[in-house]
C-alpha cells in the first residue's frame, strides 16, 4: 500500500530545489555581464570568450583530459582483473590482505591517500608530473572499479563460463567470449566512474603534481580560494553541462536497449 | 435426532455480522466489485472462492479497511464500516505473504497487536502463551521469522491475527505458500482453531479444493459479482451455472435442445439422430431453449455390456487412461466426436483392471446425476 | 601460471602504490624534521648494511605524537572534525531520509528518473558543487540578497568563514550518499508489514515509528558511515567556506605540509586520523555483512 501523499510531493520537491538550485544560480550567473557574480547586469557570454583565451585554463584542461583518459584506462584494466580474482579466485595466500587493499582506498580520506603517495614518490626519486598523477589516479579509481565490477560479477550466472569451457574454449577465450561481453555494462559504468573521478580529483592531484602539471581542479581551487569569480561560473557551466548531457544519454541509451529487449520477448512469446 | 444443523443463513431471525449492501469498488475506470449483496454470519467459515482478478481480494481488502468502498455500505455488527480506519476496526487479516515483522522475534509478532490495545502485561503475556499453545509454536517463541520453516510461519501469522481476539478473521490465501502434504493437515488445523476460538473466518482462495474442505458456505466469484453461495456440497451437486460447474471440480458439459418429458424432467437432445439423454430439474426451462447437462465423470459408470436399466447410456471408445492411484479416468469418445470423462475407484489392483486402450464401453448415468442449466 | 598473473599484478600494484606509501608515512612520523632533502631525519644508510639499519631504528622516536598531544591547535582540530563530521551526518540524515522514503513511495514509473535526479550530481564535479555555495552564503550572496528582501533580516548575515557553512557544504555534498542506501532499504520494504501493523492496532505514525524505521535501519546505518567517514577527513569543504573561522584536521594537515613543510608532523597527523577512522569503518564493515546475510 504505497501512498503518495502531500508530505512526499513536499520533500521532494524541497529536497530536489536543494540538490540543484546552487547549480541552477552558478549556471544562470555565467551569463551576467557584470564582474560583481551575484549582481544581475544582462546577458553576456564574454566570461566564456574570456576563458577560452585563458591558456593556463586550456593547458590545465588538457592535462587533465590526458590524466583522466589513461588513468582510467588503466585502473578499468587492472580493477576488472582485481574484481575477477576477488570474486572467482577463492582462497590464496594473502586474500584478506588483498581484499582489505581493494576497499580501504574507498573509504580513505584523500589528504591521507595524497600524502602517502608522495612520500612515496619522492621517496623513490621520481619526479612529479603527469606520470605520478596518473599512477595516483589510477590506484584509488582500480579499486571503485573493481567494486563496480564484482557487483556484477556476483549475480553473474557461473554456468555460462562453464559451458563456454564445456564447449571447448579456454579459459582466456571464455572470458573473452562470454564472460567480458555479459559484464560489459558494469566494465564501462566502472570506467566512466574512474574518469569522473579522476578529472573531479583535487586534493590527490595537488599532492602529485608537479609545477608543470597543473589539472583543472588545482587550477580551479585556486582561483576560487580568492572569491567567486564569473570566469569560473562559465567553466562550471560548462562541466555541468557536459555531465548531464552524458549521464541523461547514457541513462536514454540504457533505457531504450531495456525497452528493446522488452518488446523482442513479448514478440517471442507472441510468435 | 434433534441434532441442530449450522445454518443461520437458512434463519430469517438470524441477525448477519457482516452485511454488504449494494457495494461497487471502483479503481479508475476497472469496475473490481459491481453492486454485491451479501450477508455472513457469526462462526460461520465463509470461503471466497475465484480465479485471480475476480474481485475477491479486493471485498477481504475492504473489510480490512485497507480500499475505501466506492457506492453502498458494509456493516459489521450493524454499524456502518465507512469511516473507521483499519487500526480501529475488530477485523485482523492474516496476509498471503504473512506479513511477519522480520525484525521482531515470533513472541513479539503476536504480543504486537495486544501491545497496541494497552493491555497489562500479566494479561498480555498469558494471552501471547495462550497463542502459542494454541498454534502449537511454543518451542519458536524467541525465533525471528527466517528461523522457522514456512509452515511454522503460517501459524505465527495465524496466531498473531487471532491475538486480538477479533470479531472477523479474515484469511487470504492463507496456505498458499505451502506444499500440498502440509497444505492439508493445515487445512484441518484451521478448522479446529476456528472452532475452537468461535471467531468468524472469511477466507480467499482459488483452490476450489481448499474451500470445499474448509468452509461452511463456499461464494463463488467471476468479474465482480458473486455467481453462486452455498454450502460445500450444494456447489458442487447443484451448480447454478456452467462457470461454477466448471469451476468447482471436473465435470462434462453436454449441449443441447431441450423438450419437456414427464412430470419435472426434460429430453435434452444433444445430436442430430442420436438417442436424446434425459435428465429430472426442479428447473422450469421453455420447449425448445438451449441447455446443457452437467455430469461429474464419478457420475458416469463404465461397463463392458450395455446395461439394463439406465436411462441414459451410450457406446464409446476408450482413447485415454489417467491413472490417479485411488482411482482412475478414463476419456471416452462417443459418436459425434465429443470425448466424455467417466471415473472409477481402483478398489482392485492395477494388473486386474478390465479395461484397455481402444476397448469399446457403455457409459450411462441415472435421471438426476447430471444437473440441467440454462448457461 | 595464468591465474599467477591474474593475482599477480593488481596486487602487486596495489602493495606498490598503496601499502607502502602507508608504511613510509608511518615511518615519517616516526622521524625528526630537518632542514634538509628530503625535509626530516633519520634517512637509511643503505651503504652501511645492517649496522645502518639498526642506527636507522633507533633514531626513530614518538615525539611527533607527543606534540600532537601538546599543542592544543592539533586535538582541538580533530575533536572539531569529530563534532563537525557527527553534527552534518545527523543533519544529513534528517534531511536525507524524507527524501528517500518519499522516493520509495512513489509510483514505480517515476523512480528511474528519481534515482538519476539525486546521482546525477554525484557525476558533477565536487569542487563545483561546494564552489556554487560560495555565491549564495556570502555577504553579498544570494540568500542574504533573498532574507534582506523578504525582510527577515535587516543585517545580512555572516555565515560564509563559519561552521554552519561547512554543515551546509557536507549536507549538500553528501546528501547522494545518505539516500541511496535507505532508498534501496525502503524499495524492500514489503507494503503489506504495514498494512499488517495497521490491521494490529497501529495508527499510520506509529506503524512509522514500529515497523518503517526500524526495517530501514541498515540503510540509516549504512548512509550515515558513508557521510561520516569522508566528512571527517574532509579538506575542500572547510578550506573553502569554513575559512579560517573553522578548524578542521584534514586542512591542519594540508597546511602542516604546504605551508610548515613539516612532514613529519603531517604523517603524525596522518597517523591518528587513520587510527580515528578505523573504528566507524570496522563497524561500518560490520553493518554491510550483516545487511548482506539479511538479504540472503
Known sequence: MRRFSW??????????????????????????????????????????????????FLDAAWVTLRV??????????????????????????????????????????????????????????????????????????????????????????????EAALDLGCTP???????????????????????????????????????????????????????????????????????????????????????????????????? | MTQTVFAPWEDPGEKPLIQFKN????????????????????????????????????MMRMLAGFEEVTEGQILLAGQDMARVPPNERAVNMMFQSYALFPHLSVWENIAFGLKRKKMPKSELDARVDEMLRLTRLERFARRKPHQISG?????????????????????????????????????????????????????VTHDQEESMTVASRVAVMDEGQIIQVATPDKIYEEPASLYV???????????????????????INWSEGKEPFQAKTPRTLSEGQKAYIAIRPEKIAVSQDKPDSALNSIKGKIVDIAYLGNMSTYHVEIPGGLTIKAQTANTRRLSRRSFTWEDEVWLSWTLTAGSVLER | MRR????????????????????????????????????????????????????FLSQLDLENFVWLTQDDLYWKAYLSSLKIAAVSTVLTLMVGYPIAYSMAQAPNEWRPTLMMLVILPFWTSFLIRVYSWMGILGKEGFLNQFLLWTGMIS??????????????????????????????????????????????????????????????????????????????????????????????????????????????????????????????????????????????
Open chain 3, 4 to 55: 599467477f598473473f591474474l593475482i599477480f599484478i593488481p596486487y602487486i600494484w596495489l602493495l606498490a602504490l598503496f601499502l607502502v606509501p602507508f608504511l613510509i608515512v608511518f615511518k615519517i612520523s616516526l622521524s625528526d624534521i630537518a632542514l634538509a632533502i628530503p625535509p626530516y631525519v633519520p634517512v637509511i644508510e643503505w651503504s652501511d648494511g645492517w649496522a645502518g639499519f639498526k642506527n
Open chain 2, 245 to 267: 460447474a466448471d469451476f468447482i471440480g471436473d465435470v462434462n458439459i453436454i449441449e443441447g435442445i431441450a423438450t419437456k418429458s414427464g412430470e419435472d424432467g426434460y429430453k
Open chain 3, 155 to 296: 543585517e545580512p548575515l555572516q555565515i560564509m568563514n563559519t561552521p554552519t557553512a561547512v554543515y551546509i557544504g557536507i549536507v549538500y555534498t553528501y546528501l547522494p550518499f545518505m539516500i541511496l542506501p535507505i532508498y534501496s532499504a525502503l524499495e524492500k520494504l514489503d507494503a503489506s508489514l504495514l498494512e499488517a501493523a495497521e490491521d494490529l492496532g497501529c495508527s499510520r505514525l506509529s506503524a512509522f515509528w514500529l515497523v518503517t524505521i526500524p526495517l530501514s535501519k541498515n540503510g540509516i546505518i549504512a548512509g550515515s558511515f558513508l557521510v561520516f567517514i569522508p566528512a571527517l577527513g574532509e579538506f575542500v569543504i572547510p578550506s573553502l567556506l569554513g575559512g579560517s573561522g573553522t578548524l578542521m584536521i584534514g586542512k591542519v594537515l594540508w597546511e602542516e605540509f604546504f605551508s610548515n613543510r613539516d612532514w613529519p608532523v603531517a604523517s603524525a597527523v596522518a597517523v591518528v586520523l587513520l587510527l580515528l577512522l578505523i573504528i566507524p569503518i570496522i563497524l561500518f564493515q560490520k553493518n554491510e555483512q550483516k545487511s548482506r546475510e539479511m538479504d540472503q
Open chain 1, 172 to 271: 582466456m577465450q571464455s572470458f573473452r567470449l562470454v564472460t567480458l561481453p555479459i559484464i560489459a555494462p558494469a566494465v564501462i559504468s566502472g570506467w566512466l566512474l574512474a574518469f569522473t573521478l579522476s578529472l573531479d580529483d583535487l586534493v590527490i592531484a595537488s599532492f602529485t603534481a608537479g609545477p608543470s602539471s597543473t589539472t583543472l581542479p588545482i587550477k580551479i581551487f585556486s582561483a576560487v580560494r580568492l572569491g567567486v569569480s564569473p570566469e569560473i561560473n562559465a567553466l562550471s557551466t560548462i562541466m555541468i553541462g557536459i555531465v548531464t548531457i552524458g549521464v541523461i544519454s547514457a541513462s536514454l541509451i540504457t533505457k531504450r536497449s531495456m525497452v528493446r529487449q522488452q518488446l523482442e520477448e513479448q514478440e517471442a512469446i507472441r510468435t
Open chain 1, 68 to 161: 583522466a583518459v589513461i588513468s582510467s584506462t588503466i585502473a578499468t584494466v587492472l580493477g576488472t582483473m582485481a574484481a575477477y580474482v576477488l570474486v572467482r579466485s577463492g582462497r590464496f595466500l594473502g586474500r584478506t590482505l588483498f581484499s582489505g587493499m581493494i576497499y580501504a582506498p574507498l573509504v580513505m580520506p584523500d589528504v591521507i591517500t595524497g600524502l602517502s603517495l608522495l612520500l612515496l614518490f619522492i621517496g623513490i626519486g621520481l619526479d612529479r608530473g603527469v606520470l605520478t598523477i596518473v599512477l595516483a589516479h589510477t590506484t584509488f579509481a582500480m579499486c571503485y572499479v573493481s567494486v563496480v565490477v564484482s557487483s556484477r560479477l556476483v549475480s553473474f550466472d557461473k554456468s555460462l563460463e
Open chain 2, 23 to 58: 457495494v461497487t469498488k471502483r479503481f479508475g475506470s476497472f469496475t473490481a466489485i459491481d453492486n454485491l449483496t451479501q450477508d455472513i454470519y457469526e462462526r460461520e467459515f465463509f470461503a471466497l472462492l475465484g480465479p485471480s482478478g475476480c474481485g475477491k481480494t479486493t
Open chain 2, 151 to 203: 509452515g511454522q510461519r503460517q501459524r505465527v501469522a495465524l496466531a498473531r491475527s487471532l491475538a486480538r481476539a477479533p470479531k472477523l478473521l479474515l484469511l487470504d490465501e492463507p496456505l498458499g505458500a505451502l506444499d500440498k502434504k502440509l497444505r492439508q493437515d493445515t487445512q484441518f488445523e484451521l478448522m479446529d482453531i476456528q472452532e475452537k476460538t468461535g471467531t468468524t473466518f472469511v477466507i
Open chain 1, 7 to 56: 508530505f512526499n510531493a513536499t520533500s521532494l520537491t524541497f529536497g530536489f530545489v536543494f540538490l540543484y538550485l546552487p547549480m541552477l544560480l552558478l549556471v544562470i550567473y555565467s551569463f551576467n555581464s557584470s564582474k560583481l557574480v551575484t549582481v544581475w547586469a544582462g546577458f553576456s557570454t564574454k566570461w566564456y570568450g574570456e576563458l577560452l583565451q585563458n591558456e593556463a
